[in-house]
T-cell receptor
Framework: GAVVSQHPSRVICKSGTSVKIECRSL??????MFWYRQFPKKSLMLMAT?????????EQGVEKDKFLINHASLTLSTLTVTSAHPEDSSFYIC?????????????????FGPGTRLTVL | LAKTTQPISMDSYEGQEVNITCSHN???????ITWYQQFPSQGPRFIIQ???TKVTNEVASLFIPADRKSSTLSLPRVSLSDTAVYYC???????????FGKGTRLSVIA
């Protein structure tokens, strides 16, 4: 299957600083990437849809000025958590879609990165 | 996209076959079904995807009845390392985002 990487895998920062997380599709091009966050023992929550060359689409309740998303190329999307606070501490996961076929139907299979553990002190 | 419903948890002994069923009553004609596996502190890992009937790969089988209102992930001869959360998701062509439900927490016991 396709490979998606994230960097860094974990980051600890002080309250008020900004943190950038990179998401790369290594062996395919992805016009669309997605960003999720996950709290302990909870399911993944979609934060935003990142489209190459255009503005991201944010889910309701996600502050676009706090979570800046840039998708400058077909293999790279970045999420910047600005002025981070302890409540932003979470596991952030990105995914990228690769088109395929299933039962004669075109599908968009999402492949996920390994995640980034953000801890804000 | 169709909402999915799965059992919250399942237990199994090593070596047994495990079947996890997912309900998606409102699945649309062009929707497909994908299953993911997630270990703690890791991103979800793609297991299998299908549209109808049966799909098999090296790790699992996916059974989808004719009405497509449910699907069953079958894991043959599970081992301790298969202990994880399994998510069933319904997707649609066009880079639509996936909506995760609570998933099924599978615990494999020696």
């Amino acid at each position: 299957g396709a490979v998606v990487s994230q960097h860094p895998s974990r980051v600890i920062c002080k309250s008020g600083t900004s943190v950038k997380i990179e998401c790369r599709s290594l062996d395919f091009q992805a016009t669309t990437m997605f960003w999720y966050r996950q709290f302990p023992k909870k399911s993944l929550m979609l934060m935003a849809t990142s489209n190459e060359g255009s503005k991201a689409t944010y889910e309701q309740g996600v502050e676009k000025d706090k979570f800046l998303i840039n998708h400058a190329s077909l293999t790279l999307s970045t999420l910047t958590v600005t002025s981070a606070h302890p409540e932003d501490s979470s596991f952030y996961i990105c995914s990228a879609s690769e088109m395929g076929l299933a039962g004669g139907l075109y599908t968009d299979t999402q492949y996920f990165g390994p995640g980034t553990r953000l801890t804000v002190l | 996209l169709a909402k999915t419903t799965q059992p919250i948890s399942m237990d199994s002994y090593e070596g047994q076959e495990v079947n996890i069923t997912c309900s998606h009553n409102n699945i649309a004609t062009n929707d497909y079904i994908t299953w993911y596996q997630q270990f703690p502190s890791q991103g979800p890992r793609f297991i299998i995807q299908g549209y109808k009937t049966k799909v098999t790969n090296e790790v699992a089988s996916l059974f989808i009845p004719a009405d497509r209102k449910s699907s069953t992930l079958s894991l043959p001869r599970v081992s301790l390392s298969d202990t994880a959360v399994y998510y069933c998701l319904v997707g649609r062509e066009g880079n639509t985002p996936l909506v995760f439900g609570k998933g099924t927490r599978l615990s494999v016991i020696a």
